[in-house]
Every structure is written in structure tokens, then in C-alpha cells.
Nanobody, 129 residues
Framework: QVQLVESGGGLVQAACSLILSCAAS????????MGWFLQAPGKDREFVAA????????YYADAVKGRFTISRDKTKNTLYLQMNNLKPEDTSVYYC??????????????????????WGQGTQVTVSS
């Protein structure tokens, strides 16, 4: 059974940093693209960042570009999201996700929730002003 478990969320002040982690189990994700999405109350799930199966390409939403960094450690089957210079508008539940097909590499294939098959339970990030 595939499981994605996020951790690292919390309450921080604006301009501070957080690192989110996503531990994957039940399958080796080394050949699968992974990503992060956020969902605020009453809103649709939104793309934050994605990393290709090789780790050679990363993609970001415009709102987080230059502040967030997605990375993966295949030896640990773990995905990360380094979040710097956090803003109150970053407040949301953040979800880790993985594709169900191997070797996805194009941004156009990794930007919507429908591109992914596995989801974590989410971790809350709250940024105070």
C-alpha cells in the first residue's frame, strides 16, 4: 500500500523559513515525478512545485519562484520543500503527491492535481504577519 506522509508544517512569522518533508512508502518512487500542492479553505488545490523522476528538472508556481525549492532524496524515498521568506498568503494546507506513471518530465504533465495518483494527508503551514 502506497503511503505519503508529510511533516514539517507549523506556525511561523513572515520572512521565516520552513522545510516540509514527505516520506514515501509502499513503493520506490525513483522513477516517478513528485510534487507539492496547496489548498486553502474553500478553494481548489493549487500547484506549488514539481520535480521530475530524475530530479533533473524542477517547476514552480510563479508565486513561489525564487523562494521555494523542491528536492528529493531517492536513497531515503523522501521529497522536500524548502520554503524561504514566507508570506502570510502562503498560509495553507500543503500536500505531497506522486504520479502513477513513470518517467514524467514535462511541466505540462505535472501542473494539475489530475496528473497525480497518490496524495498525502497534508500538513498545515500558517504564516503570521
Amino acid at each position: 500500500q502506497v503511503q505519503l506522509v508529510e511533516s514539517g508544517g507549523g506556525l511561523v512569522q513572515a520572512a521565516c523559513s520552513l522545510i516540509l518533508s514527505c516520506a514515501a512508502s509502499g513503493r520506490t518512487f525513483s522513477t516517478y515525478a513528485m510534487g507539492w500542492f496547496l489548498q486553502a479553505p474553500g478553494k481548489d488545490r493549487e500547484f506549488v512545485a514539481a520535480i521530475t523522476w530524475s530530479g533533473g528538472n524542477t517547476y514552480y508556481a510563479d508565486a513561489v519562484k525564487g523562494r521555494f525549492t523542491i528536492s528529493r532524496d531517492k536513497t531515503k524515498n523522501t521529497l522536500y520543500l524548502q520554503m524561504n521568506n514566507l508570506k502570510p498568503e502562503d498560509t495553507s494546507v500543503y500536500y505531497c503527491t506522486a504520479t502513477g506513471e513513470t518517467y514524467r518530465s514535462y511541466r505540462s504533465d505535472l501542473q494539475t492535481p489530475w496528473d497525480y495518483d497518490y496524495w498525502g494527508q497534508g500538513t498545515q503551514v500558517t504564516v503570521s504577519s
